[in-house]
């Protein structure tokens, strides 16, 4: 499995942006995706998830310092992972990570957001 994440940037409070994550070794469309992000000196804190249920529409979930604010969405025809981040905040630097599950499995390098 490898995930590669980009998008990452310096931005002012109150800007945006928006992250992707390309898969390779898996069957994208059968797997849960999340991203997760890591403070400097703090722990892997999960930012939001997606189901791979073959429905019309895949399941997000949000932890409570983003919902209303990040949006998590899949491209399956291109193996990509994205996340919308909006109304960001100086507390949401963080090097984010696309990963497999909310503990940060599989993780790539990362892309680094500075909100400053």
Known sequence: VQLVE???GLVQPGESLRL???ASGITFS???MSWVRQAPGKEVEWVAGITSLPSLFHAASYADSVKGRFTI???LARNTVHLQ???LKTED???YYCALDKWGTG???GTQVTVS
């Open 85 to 87: 981040l909006n109304s």
């Open 107 to 109: 993780r790539g390098q």
């Open 30 to 32: 059968r797997h849960d």
């Open 6 to 8: 980009s998008g990452g």
């Open 73 to 75: 969405s899949t491209d």
């Open 93 to 95: 630097t963080a090097t």
């Open 20 to 22: 992707s994550c390309v």
